[in-house]
């Protein structure tokens, strides 16, 4: 039986039979100082296989009947043959797919279609090969955190001055100055779910976009949410992602330490950061992805299987550009030309 993302159920794909999934429950979280004792090591499941693309690196496990012809990431053929997957950090949990695959190929296409200058090949490609689900590798984290900063507290006080404006006429106006008072503190900051993705084969820059993922709906893992996807390894480490995660916080750390300087305006200049109470989870959250290839050059088009955001990129067809571009340069002579008749 297959996860069905448009019922929420797990279904029989030959007789259509439904039944619910496994009951939820709550999604452990492990201490950052244990995480090979705490999380344990498995595989997705009992009979998958693994497979490596030699185009970008990704290491990719399905279940069969299910094949990795055709990399998911580069759209690159996978020649090599696949093996018993490696037991890995096992998943905390799974975000289950509510976009079905043929609402979401179908969402491509329209986003395909609305980008004028895509090359028409790229348009036909997407329709014959659609796309593919895949469960991509998450840390998300939680700690807390106690800041030293140093700075300064700039409050606002205004002069008078006197000048001519272009008239020469004698004008005055209000110019505000800035005094500038040292400042030093301490703020304190809980984080909850610092998401970081542990995946290179989709850029960082398009996940960010299809965030809001929905992580109220994350479900403990079960094998059977990822029937009909790939799921992808990590490729990242926990305690690596954790320094990329603390990059994420800081930004918020420095707003709370503005706020606590207060004043009209303010000048932080260090920030010195502690952790603690680090805990992490491993979680699989799913997309739908087309990857497709145009002179020699992979294009990503990826779909949050949860909200249905669509992202990615696309090549520019230089033909379309030259037309559309010398359109507009007979029609502007031609409304030129109509000016100078009349």
């Known amino acids: 039986m297959q996860y069905d993302p448009e019922s929420g159920k797990i279904k029989c794909p030959y007789c259509g039979h439904m039944e619910d999934p496994p009951a939820g429950g709550k999604v452990p979280s492990h201490p950052f100082g244990s995480a090979q004792a705490a999380a344990?090591?498995?595989?997705?499941?009992?009979?998958?296989?693994e497979v490596h693309c030699e185009g970008c690196g990704s290491s990719v496990v399905f279940q069969p009947p299910q094949v990795a012809g055709i990399c998911s990431f580069c759209g690159a053929p996978i020649?090599?043959?696949?093996?018993?997957?490696?037991?890995?950090?096992?998943?905390?949990a799974a975000l289950p797919a509510r976009i079905s695959k043929p609402k979401a190929q179908s969402q491509?296409?329209?986003?395909?279609?609305?980008?004028?200058?895509?090359?028409?090949?790229?348009?036909?490609?997407a329709h014959q090969e659609g796309v593919s689900g895949v469960y991509l590798p998450f840390w998300a984290y939680?700690?807390?955190?106690?800041?030293?900063?140093?700075?300064?507290?700039?409050?606002?006080?205004?002069?008078?001055?006197?000048?001519?404006?272009?008239?020469?006429?004698?004008?005055t106006r209000e110019v505000r100055h800035t005094r500038w008072y040292p400042a030093s503190g301490h703020v304190s900051l809980g984080f909850r779910d610092v998401l970081v993705a542990a995946t290179r084969a989709v850029p960082e820059k398009e996940l960010n976009l299809l965030e809001p993922w929905g992580l109220e709906n994350l479900r403990p893992y079960e094998p059977v949410y990822l029937a009909g996807f790939k799921a992808q390894?990590?490729?990242?480490?926990?305690?690596?992602?954790?320094?990329h995660?603390?990059?994420?916080?800081?930004?918020?750390?420095?707003?709370?330490?503005?706020?606590?300087?207060g004043g009209d305006t303010q000048m932080v200049t260090s920030v010195s950061t502690g952790y603690s109470?680090?805990?992490?989870?491993?979680?699989?959250?799913?997309?739908?992805?087309?990857?497709?290839?145009?002179?020699?050059?992979?294009?990503?088009?990826?779909?949050?299987?949860?909200?249905?955001?669509?992202?990615?990129?696309?090549?520019?067809?230089?033909?379309?550009?030259?037309?559309?571009?010398?359109?507009?340069?007979?029609?502007?002579?031609?409304?030129?030309?109509?000016?100078?008749?009349?």
């Open 142 to 171: 939680d700690c807390q955190t106690e800041s030293n900063y140093t700075g300064q507290r700039g409050e606002y006080y205004y002069t008078t001055e006197t000048y001519r404006d272009s008239d020469g006429r004698t004008q």
């Open 108 to 125: 491509v296409q329209q986003w395909l279609q609305t980008r004028w200058f895509a090359p028409n090949a790229l348009k036909k490609l």
């Open 233 to 243: 390894r990590y490729q990242f480490e926990m305690p690596q992602c954790f320094e």
């Open 245 to 261: 995660a603390k990059s994420m916080m800081a930004p918020s750390i420095e707003r709370a330490a503005r706020e606590d300087i």
């Open 40 to 49: 344990g090591h498995a595989a997705l499941q009992a009979q998958a296989l």
């Open 79 to 92: 020649v090599a043959q696949p093996r018993a997957a490696d037991p890995m950090v096992a998943p905390d």
């Open 277 to 342: 109470d680090i805990m992490f989870r491993h979680l699989l959250l799913p997309i739908w992805i087309g990857a497709y290839r145009f002179n020699n050059q992979a294009y990503q088009v990826v779909v949050n299987a949860s909200t249905g955001e669509v992202q990615g990129e696309r090549p520019y067809s230089a033909v379309k550009i030259f037309f559309a571009v010398l359109a507009a340069l007979i029609v502007v002579l031609f409304i030129l030309y109509l000016k100078a008749q009349n």
